[in-house]
């Protein structure tokens, strides 16, 4: 399997993390502001806050609303890690799903009884910005990935937010794959915005049940969609290498259905 080469948000972690470990920003150091690490880094602020947000939720620093951000002790970082999924690895981003099922499920469920007015608000801008790259023949994985992400704030649960946001850049490969394997047949980008429809209106009208079934269908039909279009890729040159990737693919289908993500 080939693995992905990490994104730039991931190299400004690695980045980050070794100036904490060489001292460069001790223990309980505030970090510089946005444009003296973003000129220092060579990075933009979308990708240094992408960043911080890993940083976040790996507990290698604690950011404040108005004071900033400061580095935590090794004693009260989290030991938990999760092993990105490969865009060319299909069974990583269905065992992704496998999660998201339970997760996204409870998620949708709070959401539809728990939801502000504001966060009505913000599924609508992400539903319309779909909607708008889908028209555009752009991907719109942003748009979908805070679609995601609101309805974790929506929960009014602290620990769905943490969990999403540690889980955000693992859920973007999964999500921007998905899209894009969608966007190679047509008609596939159009049901993939029914689904977000019918989750966004079921929360809007407080319909928990409903909720976790559209978010649940919504997920199996996406982990599908990406199962399907692995099965049917185009034969590789070399014979071994082709049928090694049938094989895979045929393994990730199976996997996929005995675990009820393809119903």
Same mark, same amino acid.
């Given at each position: 399997? /080939? ?6 948000? *991931?190299?400004? =972690? @690695? ?6 470990? %060489?001292?460069?920003?001790? &223990? +309980? $150091? ?8 973003? *000129? ?5 602020? /979308? &990708? ?19 004071? +900033? !951000? ?5 004693? =009260? ?6 092993? $990105?999924? #490969? ?15 339970? =997760?996204? +499920?409870?998620? %949708? ?21 779909? $909607? ?11 748009? @979908? ?9 929506? /929960? ?15 859920? %973007?490969?999964?999500?921007? &794959? ?5 966007? *190679? ?9 029914? *689904? ?7 929360? &809007?009208?407080? @319909?928990?049940?409903? %909720? ?19 099965? /049917? ?10 049928? #090694? ?8 289908? !199976?996997?996929?259905?005995?675990? +009820?993500?393809?119903?």
């Amino acid at each position: 399997m /080939t693995l992905a080469m990490p994104s730039l948000p *991931e190299r400004l =972690v @690695d980045a980050i993390a070794a100036d904490i470990a %060489a001292g460069r920003y001790p &223990v +309980g $150091a505030k970090l510089p502001a946005e444009p003296a690490l973003c *000129e220092h880094y060579g990075v933009s602020r /979308t &990708v240094l806050r992408e960043a911080m947000a890993r940083m976040k939720s790996d507990g290698l620093i604690d950011t404040q609303q108005g004071r +900033g !951000s400061f580095v935590l002790a090794p004693s =009260v970082r989290t030991p938990f890690r999760f092993e $990105a999924p #490969s865009a060319q690895s299909t069974q990583s981003i269905l065992e992704l799903a496998e999660l998201r099922l339970g =997760v996204e +499920g409870m998620a %949708a469920a709070l959401a539809a009884t728990r939801r502000t007015p504001e966060q009505l608000a913000r599924l609508k801008h992400c539903l319309d910005d779909m $909607a708008r790259a889908l028209a555009e023949g752009s991907s719109g994985s942003e748009a @979908d990935l805070e679609f995601h992400r609101t309805i974790a704030d929506a /929960t009014g649960n602290g620990h769905y937010r943490l969990f999403m946001d540690y889980l955000r850049r693992f859920y %973007a490969v999964a999500i921007d &794959v998905a899209r894009s394997r969608s966007a *190679e047949a047509d008609g596939l980008s159009q049901q993939a915005q029914a *689904e977000h429809r019918a989750v966004y209106q079921a929360i &809007v009208d407080g @319909d928990a049940a409903a %909720a976790e079934q559209a978010i649940q269908r919504h997920i199996r039909a996406a982990a599908a969609r990406l199962a399907a279009a692995q099965a /049917t890729a185009p034969a590789a040159p070399a014979a071994a290498s082709s049928s #090694s990737q049938r094989r895979k693919a045929s393994t990730s289908l !199976s996997r996929a259905r005995d675990s +009820g993500i393809t119903k």
